[in-house]
């Protein structure tokens, strides 16, 4: 039976959280008085139909990028498609790597144009999209393991910068992961790329054929899991420095190129209590972790 | 696609996704999950959970997955459905839950118990236009007759399943088999039945049937000829001629009434098929998958040639379905061939609007119980001023915290969505007799008047959540069970 969609205030009476199927949004807004109410019907409003429009083009969602994409109809399904295109020629991916940080976007659209908010957020697991109205900021806490809540570093995005995304991709998430990050953080123009690109550079983090990592094909678990027969990472043993830093940076060489096709703003790896960032210039980097064993600023442009 | 799925996995229907799952896991939601081969949400007593505040569809509920944090139920945003509470059959015994609490400064009583339902049945409303079997035929599953054919209505066909005669009234292995018919359309499964002389469905409560095979996925905006009268204004001045291709009654815009009023010209435009009045075509085509619920997928394969010297170099021609699913655009060459071009976004709209207004083909069950007999002698020692009392509308009758619609006249029978009931909230007895929650709230002190089992009546707050309990979100869409009755009609 069609469990139906929930919509109701969280007990604190200021945020909204709507919840669907596998989709859990925590929304918050800032605005005059009237404005915040008007965007959080706009929101649920926009919200109960997205589970079954995906749904509706899930086989070709779940197949590989690139295939179908333009007979993809719904706008959600089109901005996940258009999300993981920029890598569709060097690995495989499908556009369900990038559903939360789309959902998210579309249910924030929905808000900001029905009403007049100075900032807005809506957190889809992690994967979040943001508005900023002109001198407006946001402090984003960053989560060493998604599973443990203990802040490991914190950015702040101001509305002059080009950031309106926010993804975290690890293999503790609640998404099947190629690789081992615990966590990796990206920022980005919007949520559905860093959703995207969080997929691609958590995977890319990885000590191919090291015995102390689990790894089992993604159908023995989930039988209709888009990753179909690719091993997805279910645990990691105790690495040493060494392999830690070689982990890391098979992710950061992903990273930077990432950075320099612009597709990202910032990234930071998370693997057992090392940290790297990888930014453009000090615009994210000044703020980023604050006690990491191991921090690398990279700059790749000014 | 079920024949390849492994044993020990699952589907789960709770959402669209419908992710198979495997044994001890779960699916993407992190809320279903497969225990042993049974798709699982443990629900095992429901207490229904209300929004704080007045006229808002929020409603604060325990975080799934986060312990019991100690406290106690807060009292009158808390209801106690009946499911999984249990019955004090043969029910000279108090019910099992007497509640009161107190809403907005009214004390309120809610007996809650699980009903035996020997006289029970569901109304099933199948949105199809596909003819499912002639009025008064047997519906049958498993080969056991479970009910009948009843009414056609505007776009559905009404079947009547279950009642008391073949539920003990015919053998054993038929009132087994209805039992188990209706307990699955009311827990929300699929059923498979077939029709004397007729179609065979596959249907469950909110979701398109299954003809013959054939999903029904929207009601048509109406039949071929219906669309041209909505829509002729729409279309008039910006196309020439428009055909609304349907296996029942296929449209012709130029010919129709309505294109007639508006004063379009002739197009020489000649049809395949029956004419039955001007501008309306029977049989056209073949039943089938194709445009309009005919086997076509070509639509120029109904046309004729055009008629010269009627018809005319560059005229435009829209093909458009009844569901507004397939359409296709022409305008005609030099000899008088129609060629396919892009549809004009002039024409874009109405073809949208046409797909807008086709509403999803789905089954709805209602079930329909009568309550009337010893189950009220669990709620008051004398039975028949519970009666009266619902019939005053003194007392409020749910099934699972869903509103239920009570049938004027004597008794307590009454009907209810099963989709506005909690999942598998229905069960069964070897009787046969189907089990369903129902739960009576009235004010405190009518509850005494009435003879209610006053000394068995204990406060929500004596309640506490454990592991033989579960919290769980209202519905917005029902009204909140506890609100004090006012007087006036039946609530719905």
Same mark, same amino acid.
């Given at each position: 039976?069609?469990?139906?969609?929930?919509?109701?205030?969280?007990?604190?009476?200021?945020?909204?959280?709507?919840?669907?199927?596998?989709?859990?949004?925590?929304?918050?807004?800032?605005?005059?008085?009237?404005?915040?109410?008007?965007?959080?019907?706009?929101?649920?409003?926009?919200?109960?139909?997205?589970?079954?429009?995906?749904?509706?083009? !899930?086989?070709?969602?779940?197949?590989?990028?690139?295939?179908?994409?333009?007979?993809?109809?719904?706008?959600?399904?089109?901005?996940?498609?258009?999300?993981?295109?920029?890598?569709?020629?060097?690995? +495989?991916?499908?556009?369900?790597?990038?559903?939360?940080?789309?959902?998210?976007?579309?249910?924030?659209?929905?808000?900001?144009?029905?009403?007049?908010?100075?900032?807005?957020?809506?957190?889809?697991?992690?994967?979040?999209?943001?508005?900023?109205?002109?001198?407006?900021?946001?402090?984003? &806490?960053?989560?060493?393991?998604?599973?443990?809540?203990?802040? +490991?570093?914190?950015?702040?995005?101001?509305?002059?910068?080009?950031?309106?995304?926010?993804?975290?991709?690890?293999?503790?998430?609640?998404? +099947?992961?190629?690789?081992?990050?615990?966590?990796?953080?990206?920022?980005?123009?919007?949520?559905?790329?860093?959703?995207?690109?969080?997929?691609?550079?958590?995977?890319?983090?990885?000590?191919? &054929?090291?015995?102390?990592?689990?790894?089992?094909?993604?159908?023995?678990?989930?039988?209709?899991?888009?990753? &179909?027969?690719?091993?997805?990472?279910?645990?990691?043993?105790?690495?040493?420095?060494?392999?830690?830093?070689?982990? !890391?940076?098979?992710?950061?060489?992903?990273?930077?190129?990432?950075?320099?096709?612009?597709?990202?703003?910032?990234?930071? !790896?998370?693997?057992?209590?090392?940290?790297?960032?990888?930014?453009?210039?000090?615009?994210?980097?000044?703020?980023?972790?604050?006690?990491?064993?191991? +921090?690398?600023?990279?700059?790749?442009?000014? | 696609?079920?024949?390849?799925?492994?044993?020990?996995?699952?589907?789960?229907?709770?959402?669209?996704?419908?992710? #198979?799952?495997?044994?001890?896991?779960?699916?993407?939601?992190?809320?279903?999950?497969?225990?042993?081969? =049974?798709?699982?949400?443990?629900?095992?007593?429901?207490?229904?959970? *209300?929004?704080?505040?007045?006229?808002?569809?929020?409603?604060?509920?325990?975080?799934?997955?986060?312990?019991?944090?100690?406290?106690?139920? *807060?009292?009158?945003?808390?209801?106690?459905?009946?499911?999984?509470?249990?019955?004090?059959?043969?029910?000279?015994?108090?019910?099992?839950?007497?509640?009161?609490?107190?809403?907005?400064?009214?004390?309120?009583?809610?007996?809650?118990?699980?009903?035996?339902?020997?006289?029970?049945?569901?109304?099933?409303?199948?949105?199809?236009? *596909?003819?499912?079997?002639?009025?008064?035929?047997?519906?049958?599953?498993?080969?056991?007759?479970?009910?009948?054919?009843?009414?056609?209505?505007?776009?559905? =066909?009404?079947?009547?399943?279950?009642?008391?005669?073949?539920?003990?009234?015919?053998?054993?292995?038929?009132?087994?088999?209805?039992?188990?018919?209706?307990?699955?359309?009311?827990?929300?499964?699929?059923?498979?039945?077939?029709?004397?002389?007729?179609?065979?469905?596959?249907?469950?409560?909110?979701?398109?049937?299954?003809?013959?095979? =054939? %999903?029904?996925? *929207?009601?048509?905006?109406?039949?071929?000829?219906?669309?041209?009268?909505?829509?002729?204004?729409?279309?008039?001045?910006?196309?020439?001629?428009?055909?609304?291709?349907?296996?029942?009654?296929?449209?012709?815009?130029?010919?129709?009434?309505?294109?007639?009023?508006?004063?379009?010209?002739?197009?020489?435009?000649?049809?395949?098929?029956?004419?039955?009045?001007?501008?309306?075509?029977?049989?056209?085509? =073949?039943?089938?998958?194709?445009?309009?619920?005919?086997?076509?997928?070509?639509?120029?394969?109904?046309?004729?040639?055009?008629?010269?010297?009627?018809?005319?170099?560059?005229?435009?021609?829209?093909?458009?379905?009844?569901?507004?699913?397939?359409?296709? #655009?022409?305008?005609?060459?030099?000899?008088?061939?129609?060629?396919?071009?892009?549809?004009?976004?002039?024409?874009?709209?109405?073809?949208?609007?046409?797909?807008?207004?086709?509403?999803?083909?789905?089954?709805?069950?209602?079930?329909?119980?009568?309550?009337?007999?010893?189950?009220?002698?669990?709620?008051?020692?004398?039975?028949?001023?519970?009666?009266?009392?619902?019939?005053?509308?003194?007392?409020?009758?749910?099934?699972?915290?869903?509103?239920? #619609?009570?049938?004027?006249?004597?008794?307590?029978?009454?009907?209810?969505?099963?989709?506005?009931?909690?999942?598998?909230?229905?069960?069964?007895?070897?009787?046969?007799?189907?089990?369903?929650?129902?739960?009576?709230?009235? %004010?405190?002190?009518?509850?005494?008047?009435?003879?209610?089992?006053?000394? #068995?009546?204990?406060?929500?707050?004596?309640?506490?959540?454990?592991?033989?309990?579960?919290?769980?979100?209202?519905?917005?869409?029902?009204?909140?069970?506890?609100?004090?009755?006012?007087?006036?009609?039946?609530?719905?």
């Amino acid at each position: 039976m069609r469990d139906p969609a929930i919509i109701r205030l969280l007990p604190d009476g200021l945020r909204l959280h709507l919840h669907d199927g596998p989709i859990d949004l925590i929304i918050g807004a800032d605005g005059e008085a009237g404005e915040v109410g008007k965007a959080y019907e706009a929101a649920a409003r926009r919200f109960v139909t997205i589970l079954d429009e995906l749904c509706e083009e !899930l086989p070709l969602l779940r197949a590989a990028a690139g295939i179908g994409a333009k007979r993809l109809r719904g706008v959600v399904a089109q901005r996940m498609a258009a999300a993981v295109m920029p890598y569709a020629e060097h690995c +495989f991916i499908t556009p369900m790597a990038a559903v939360a940080g789309a959902v998210a976007e579309e249910v924030l659209g929905a808000m900001i144009s029905a009403a007049v908010l100075s900032r807005a957020y809506v957190n889809n697991g992690g994967d979040i999209a943001l508005h900023l109205a002109p001198g407006e900021s946001f402090r984003i &806490g960053m989560v060493e393991r998604p599973d443990r809540a203990s802040l +490991f570093g914190s950015a702040t995005i101001e509305a002059w910068q080009p950031v309106r995304g926010i993804a975290t991709s690890g293999w503790r998430g609640r998404s +099947f992961s190629l690789g081992i990050a615990d966590a990796v953080t990206i920022l980005a123009d919007r949520a559905a790329m860093a959703d995207a690109a969080a997929t691609i550079v958590a995977n890319a983090v990885d000590l191919p &054929g090291h015995a102390g990592i689990t790894r089992v094909a993604a159908c023995e678990i989930a039988p209709d899991n888009d990753l &179909g027969q690719r091993l997805v990472t279910r645990d990691v043993g105790k690495l040493t420095g060494e392999e830690t830093k070689q982990g !890391l940076t098979s992710g950061t060489g992903v990273a930077l190129e990432l950075l320099s096709q612009g597709l990202i703003h910032a990234a930071a !790896l998370h693997l057992q209590g090392c940290t790297r960032v990888v930014a453009r210039g000090n615009e994210f980097a000044a703020s980023m972790p604050l006690e990491v064993a191991e +921090f690398v600023r990279s700059a790749v442009h000014a | 696609m079920t024949s390849m799925m492994p044993a020990d996995t699952v589907r789960c229907d709770a959402c669209p996704v419908l992710c #198979y799952i495997k044994r001890g896991q779960a699916g993407a939601c992190d809320r279903y999950a497969n225990h042993e081969g =049974q798709l699982v949400r443990v629900d095992p007593h429901i207490l229904l959970d *209300r929004a704080v505040s007045e006229g808002q569809p929020l409603v604060p509920f325990l975080e799934s997955g986060h312990e019991w944090d100690g406290k106690l139920m *807060r009292g009158a945003e808390t209801f106690v459905t009946a499911i999984g509470a249990g019955t004090t059959y043969p029910d000279y015994k108090p019910a099992p839950f007497i509640i009161s609490s107190e809403v907005e400064g009214v004390d309120m009583v809610t007996v809650v118990t699980e009903g035996i339902f020997s006289y029970c049945g569901v109304k099933l409303k199948i949105d199809t236009d *596909r003819h499912l079997g002639p009025e008064r035929n047997l519906v049958r599953a498993q080969g056991e007759p479970v009910g009948h054919v009843t009414t056609g209505e505007y776009g559905s =066909q009404m079947l009547s399943l279950g009642g008391v005669h073949h539920l003990t009234g015919g053998t054993k292995s038929e009132g087994r088999v209805t039992c188990e018919t209706l307990l699955n359309l009311c827990n929300g499964k699929e059923v498979e039945l077939t029709i004397d002389d007729g179609a065979k469905v596959i249907v469950a409560a909110g979701k398109p049937p299954i003809v013959n095979g =054939q %999903r029904e996925e *929207r009601m048509r905006v109406g039949c071929g000829s219906a669309t041209i009268g909505m829509f002729a204004k729409q279309w008039f001045g910006k196309v020439d001629d428009v055909v609304v291709v349907d296996d029942h009654i296929t449209g012709v815009l130029s010919e129709h009434q309505a294109g007639k009023l508006l004063g379009v010209p002739d197009t020489g435009i000649r049809i395949k098929g029956r004419r039955s009045t001007p501008g309306r075509y029977f049989q056209v085509a =073949q039943p089938g998958m194709g445009w309009g619920g005919t086997d076509i997928e070509d639509p120029l394969t109904i046309l004729r040639a055009f008629k010269p010297g009627v018809a005319w170099p560059k005229l435009r021609l829209l093909m458009v379905s009844t569901t507004g699913e397939q359409y296709a #655009y022409f305008e005609l060459d030099e000899k008088l061939q129609p060629v396919e071009k892009d549809l004009p976004a002039v024409l874009r709209e109405s073809v949208a609007r046409i797909k807008e207004n086709c509403e999803p083909a789905l089954t709805t069950v209602l079930f329909m119980g009568g309550a009337g007999g010893s189950l009220r002698a669990g709620v008051t020692e004398n039975p028949v001023r519970l009666t009266r009392s619902v019939g005053l509308n003194l007392t409020r009758v749910t099934c699972g915290g869903a509103p239920v #619609y009570v049938w004027p006249g004597g008794g307590i029978t009454f009907m209810v969505d099963v989709t506005r009931i909690p999942a598998n909230a229905f069960g069964y007895v070897p009787t046969p007799a189907l089990v369903a929650p129902i739960e009576f709230t009235l %004010r405190k002190e009518d509850y005494g008047s009435l003879g209610g089992h006053m000394d #068995y009546v204990r406060p929500l707050s004596s309640l506490k959540i454990s592991s033989q309990q579960r919290q769980m979100p209202s519905r917005p869409e029902n009204p909140w069970p506890l609100k004090p009755t006012s007087t006036g009609g039946t609530q719905q």
